[in-house]
């Protein structure tokens, strides 16, 4: 038996932002590595597909998982002289996906959506291959709307996106968590950051694109916070203040890694952007937080959907970056901490703590229907 997992996202350029961004880049990728044990365990072969030049490669490699490349382009809804041969890149993709599906025969793809599983999906359909598809925002992308006529169903983190989906095929799963995630240990944590027991600890999740606001938004009332907590900011690459190094109750890392998980387990609350994945994270580890979605300004909206949607479901506090001032941000993170057990009942009742063994479900039906 032998399952085929196609790229996770959007495809990302070689260097440049991405590229240099170990942490960001690693958040793109684990949702389908999530899924990697409960497959596994259920016998089957996995391969995944993936650009040439994909930065998620060696990611997926050092899992010990076979990736194939294949040609991609994006398709675009505004005017770039790229739009001249992305076309073209597509097209070779589709017969590069063909001739992979001819060799590998597949059960089963699953598509994490982005602009590499057009073909992939694409050739599956030709081949007869049942396709599962997972829609991380809360409106799907050009790509995933490509790709839906062909999926037999279609996963999604949202309520609100069912009503984009077709009915018959529309599974509200949420998003794979690593099991991994949900085994840290509160004092490896405590140790990792040397703190200590005596205060709430609160961690800040700065992310990297548009983080400069939340970092400096944060250090600004770092005085006001540290009588009351103590911190472990995650700012991104390039983004540590220099000045607050020896700073008692404050530490500051550019991204961590392996220790992230016991860094959760540490965390009394948490502030954070509100990529999809991230707070699927933070549902899943019943987690306090405070979302401060990236600006419509700076990206498609997808993150203010996402952090309405948390915060109508009880799940989390919102403030927004038009809005952040030192007296706001104060006044949630507070607020935030007075009623975290408030916020961490409405996660309690949430159906969507386990997305893995959902999906791998999704995948045995469509296997044995196949």
Do not use: W
């Not at 081949?127 to 490509?146: F, R």
């Not at 970092?215 to 540590?240: D, E, M, S, W, Y």
């Not at 500051?252 to 009394?268: G, I, S």
């Amino acid at each position: 038996m032998q399952l085929m997992l196609t790229i996770l996202v959007d495809v990302f350029p070689s260097g440049g932002f991405y590229e240099k961004n170990h942490f960001n880049r690693r958040r793109y990728v684990t949702p389908n590595l999530a899924l990697l044990p409960s497959l596994k365990k259920a016998g089957y072969e996995i391969r995944y597909i993936g650009s040439y030049q994909g930065i998620e490669r060696k990611l997926i490699e050092g899992a010990g998982i076979p990736y194939d490349g294949i040609s991609s382009g994006k398709l675009r809804r505004y005017f770039d002289l790229k739009n001249f041969s992305d076309p073209f890149r597509v097209a070779k993709g589709y017969f590069e996906a063909l001739r992979l599906m001819k060799r590998y025969k597949p059960d089963v793809v699953f598509s994490k959506g982005g602009f590499v599983a057009v073909p992939v999906v694409l050739a599956a359909k030709h081949y007869k291959v049942p396709v599962i598809i997972h829609e991380s925002d809360m409106t799907p992308g050009l790509a995933n709307k490509i790709c839906i006529p062909s999926a037999a169903k279609v996963c999604c983190n949202f309520p609100e996106t069912l009503k984009y989906l077709p009915k018959d095929k529309a599974v509200l799963t949420g998003s794979p968590i690593r099991a991994e995630l949900l085994e840290g240990d509160r004092k490896a944590g405590l140790s990792y950051a040397h703190l200590t027991e005596d205060k709430p600890v609160l961690l800040i999740i700065g992310g990297s694109l548009g983080s400069v606001a939340v970092n400096t938004a944060v250090r600004k009332i770092l005085p006001q916070l540290l009588n009351t907590f103590q911190v472990i900011h995650i700012c991104g690459k390039g983004n540590l203040d220099e000045s607050l190094i020896g700073t008692e109750g404050y530490v500051q890392y550019e991204y961590v890694d392996a220790p992230l998980k016991h860094l959760f387990a540490a965390a009394d609350v948490v502030i954070s952007r509100a990529g999809a994945n991230s707070i699927c994270e933070l549902l899943a580890l019943r987690k306090p937080n405070l979302l401060i979605p990236l600006s419509a300004a700076a990206s498609r909206g997808d993150q203010i959907l996402n952090a309405d949607s948390f915060a109508h479901q009880g799940f989390s506090k919102v403030l927004k970056e038009e809005d952040l001032s030192d007296k706001a941000l104060s006044t949630a993170v507070f607020d935030l901490y007075k009623n975290r057990e408030t916020y961490i009942n409405a996660m309690e009742k949430s159906s969507l703590s386990n997305a893995v063994e959902t999906i791998t479900s999704l995948i045995e039906s469509c296997v044995s229907h196949s």
